[in-house]
């Protein structure tokens, strides 16, 4: 090798090409100084201005203090603490699973080591071992992750967002008809206080189509049970029993809304909120067994447990809402938009994509209202020769 008049850039006499080389302080990571060598450059000046533009990425991004650091370690030390400085305690827990399985991946190796093909084969595993929309949800989120990786100066491209996503699956959403949710809610023993409570809270989702966390966060305040009103303005942030929040923001601004409840649905939490002066006077959740709030994971199970009893098709949580919807327009025949406007949608094309499916008759209805819509004479009225003549062009 022999130097030439540019600092840090050096000829390879052999080959005739021109390389650089710089170190750059203290890897945090390993302990070690940063150091970072690229060759093949055809002029000494092509090399230098190459070397100039790294060493500033490297101070710019912080890449000279994480350079060696490994996939695990830049989640643990550089996303997680930000992840969870912006979400909420549920999306916390939640999503905890997903980043540990990213790192039982792909956690020893170096970030700017993963390549095109490791990426790949991740996403493979996630078609083979859960569903195509599941599987979807949990790319996104290493996309999001390196999109992350790249931004701290670590990789140049984001190889995920290279890979794609997996395409999103549409599904037919989920429902209990009229019958099966008779089947499920007359198998419930309203004389134990446990079951009484199962059979007020699937009530109440079945008949309102709140959101579960909405249904959850409810005061006894939030309920005027003489002008048969409901008020949702409120979310459950939920981790566990000792760690909650009730919090005054909805999913969208549209979420905030005032609902009509039914008659005999009154009459059941009338009869819910006496049973809960069994435990004690002074009480605030209308769905709580215990006083304290509980999860959709609750509710989840105790649809599974007791839909397997009653010999009832389980659905999801959140298909009790789908449920409510489908009763109103199948019933009820329902509109659109006051679908939209019960449920909180921000958007009625919200609506419509999911429930449009659910009006098939349609077309015929609207078309069999049209018939005799306007009267006409048994016979067309015959003008006078010389006004059709005058008439005509």
């Given amino acids: 090798m022999s130097k030439t008049s540019y600092t840090g850039v050096t000829k390879d006499d052999k080959t005739g090409k021109y390389m650089y080389y710089f170190k750059s302080g203290i890897d945090r990571a390993t302990g070690k100084s940063y150091q970072e060598r690229r060759r093949g450059f055809r002029t000494a000046k092509e090399a230098h201005e190459a070397r100039i533009k790294a060493m500033k990425k490297v101070h710019d991004m912080g890449g000279m203090a994480y350079s060696q650091m490994t996939f695990e370690q830049f989640i643990d030390e550089i996303y997680l603490p930000d992840f969870f400085a912006r ?3 549920n999306k916390r827990y939640s999503q905890e699973f997903e980043f540990t399985q990213m790192k039982n991946f792909f956690g020893k190796k170096k970030p700017k080591d993963i390549t095109i093909f490791d990426i790949t084969r991740y996403k493979n595993f996630l078609l083979e071992k859960y569903s195509k929309n599941g599987g979807r949800k949990k790319m996104g989120y290493l996309i999001t992750v390196f999109n992350s990786i790249r931004n701290y ?19 037919e959403i989920d429902y209990w008809t009229t019958e099966e949710f ?21 009530w109440f989702y079945f008949f309102t189509g709140m959101r579960v966390s909405e249904g959850l966060a409810l005061y006894w305040s939030d309920i005027d049970l003489e002008k048969k009103k409901v008020s949702i303005s409120h979310n459950l942030d939920f981790a566990n029993k000792n760690n909650w929040e009730r919090k005054n923001k909805l999913k969208t601004e549209k979420s905030k809304r005032v609902i009509s409840l039914d008659d005999t649905t009154i009459e059941v939490l ?3 909120k006496e049973r809960q002066k069994e435990l004690s006077e002074q009480f605030d959740f ?5 006083l304290t709030p509980n999860n959709a994971h609750f509710v989840r ?47 009625i094309r919200t ?12 077309d015929e209805e609207i078309t069999s ?10 016979l067309p009225k015959q003008l006078p020769k010389e006004e059709k003549e005058d008439l005509e062009p």
């Fill in 87 to 89: 979400v909420t305690v």
């Fill in 153 to 171: 100066g670590l990789v140049r491209d984001n190889l995920a967002q290279k890979v794609g996503n997996i395409p999103l699956e549409k599904i």
């Fill in 182 to 202: 008779e089947q499920f809610i007359n198998s419930l023993d309203r004389s134990d206080y446990f079951e009484h409570f199962i059979f007020t809270m699937i």
């Fill in 270 to 272: 009338k009869t819910w």
């Fill in 286 to 290: 209308v769905l709580s067994y215990d």
């Fill in 301 to 347: 199970d105790m649809l599974t447990k007791y839909s397997k009893r009653a010999g009832v098709r389980r659905i999801q949580a959140k298909a009790l809402r789908h449920s409510h919807a489908s009763l109103l327009i199948n019933e009820y025949n329902v509109t659109p938009l006051l679908i939209q406007k019960r449920l909180g949608h921000t958007d």
């Fill in 351 to 362: 609506t419509l994509g999911i429930y449009s499916h659910l009006y098939p008759n349609a």
């Fill in 369 to 378: 209202q049209l018939k005799d819509l306007i009267k006409l004479d048994e």
